[in-house]
């Protein structure tokens, strides 16, 4: 800002592109009270903004939670005689859509695209308003929209359009539809990738179709679309569910073979849990010593899930350590975590030890239900005053 008064005082002239560099610097930032500042001395000075300044600073503040603000810039725009483009109108639909004010973002298509004529949309605008649809539940809607974009104004759908037209469906468990629909994708020459095998594989898996999730899962690494670790997390979450652990282990040691998909926290988290369910509760335990040993650091649900295995598998001590680390590293236990935990020490007498745990339930906010009270009945014979 400094160097743009210096040119002011020396005469030199300061072009609206100039500008727009430095309120998209000062967005990128953060700054967006200092970039509406300039905007604002823009309009009082010599070199008036133009739409792409204002598209910025929307951007910006859409991008950043500020919706309201967002829009009441649009708004002021264009009873300024600003005409927005599509990129402003786009962007504007997308934060509107991702904080689930579709109604909204539909509006602004409906009323000034297609009654208005303000704006032609592109095939992002559909893009965008499909997969808030889709978000929403909304698909009967979703699927209208996709059969606008080809019908009236011949668009053809992308890789991003099917993907999120497939998930509205298969979200909803309706797989049938979301097959036919990427059966459609590939006969109109449209290359499926990654998400679009993805979003099908995850809803055929949720949807209780493991086998044909698996064999989409081949077909895809088959015509060489690598999967990602959220193609691998998706399956191996659904196999896990199914009680097939043999197939997920596999999928996870396929994994630790690829150099470019590691297992993550997720992956780690949903096998640990399948075993814990499997009563396979060693292998519980031997896959979180492997998981910190390859630097993924456990979350809150691992924590609690090992927490339990170590019960199951009769390791007070271990799972009474492992409890006081979460909490040493910051993570506050759940109500099921405390009374599972309590549960242990009060079947192997460790009642000072119980008490304690007790007691850090409360000072952490939590009232003991009805479980922490059958918990300390059996473990002192007799009701506990709290």
């Not at 598209?55 to 991008?63: A, E, K, M, T, V």
């Not at 592109?122 to 978000?135: E, P, Q, R």
């Not at 998400?195 to 209780?208: F, N, P, Q, T």
């Not at 814990?276 to 456990?298: H, I, S, V, W």
Request: contains cysteine; negative net charge; proline residues 3%.
């Amino acid at each position: 800002m400094e160097a743009f008064k210096e040119m002011e005082h020396f005469g030199c002239p300061v072009t609206v592109e100039g500008y727009n560099t430095l309120i998209q610097v000062l967005v990128r930032g953060g700054y967006l009270d200092k970039a509406h500042e300039i905007l604002k001395e823009m309009a009082k000075g010599n070199c008036l903004p133009n739409s792409t300044t204002f598209f910025i600073l929307i951007d910006g503040l859409g991008r950043t939670g500020n919706i309201n603000a967002a829009l009441m810039l649009f708004e002021h725009m264009k009873t300024q005689g600003y005409s927005p483009d599509i990129l402003t109108y786009n962007s504007l639909m997308y934060c509107l859509g991702k904080g689930m004010r579709i109604d909204e973002a539909y509006a602004l298509f409906q009323f000034d695209m297609r009654e208005r004529g303000l704006c032609q949309p592109d095939v992002a605008t559909y893009n965008i308003l499909i997969s808030a649809l889709g978000k929403g539940k909304r698909v009967e809607e979703a699927a209208k929209l996709f059969r606008d974009m080809k019908q009236q104004h011949n668009y053809a759908p992308t890789v991003i359009t099917y993907s999120s037209i497939i998930q509205s469906f298969a979200r909803l468990g309706r797989v049938d539809e979301a097959m036919k629909l990427f059966q459609e994708m590939i006969e109109a020459g449209c290359q499926p990738d990654s998400m679009a095998y993805g979003v099908l594989i995850d809803g055929l898996g949720k949807a209780g179709k493991l086998d044909a999730a698996y064999q989409l899962f081949l077909e895809m690494k088959q015509k060489q679309c690598e999967p990602n670790v959220v193609n691998y997390n998706s399956l191996i979450n659904c196999l896990g569910k199914a009680g097939k652990v043999e197939e997920a282990y596999q999928l996870f040691r396929a994994m630790g073979s690829s150099p470019t998909c590691l297992p993550d926290h997720f992956t780690y988290a949903s096998l640990i849990q399948s075993l814990r369910k499997a009563g396979r509760y060693k292998e519980a335990c031997d896959l979180f010593n492997q998981m910190r040993e390859t630097g993924c650091k456990p979350d809150i649900l691992i924590y609690g899930t090992v927490i339990h295995v170590l019960g199951k598998a009769g390791d007070v001590e271990a799972a009474f350590n492992l409890f006081k680390e979460m909490r040493e590293k910051g993570y506050v236990p759940n109500i099921f975590t405390y009374n599972i935990l309590m549960d242990m020490l009060g079947k192997a007498k460790w009642l000072d030890e119980m008490c304690e745990v007790l007691q850090q339930l409360k000072d952490e906010g939590y009232c003991p239900d009805i479980v922490t009270y059958g918990i300390l009945i059996n473990g002192f014979g007799m009701l506990v005053k709290l």
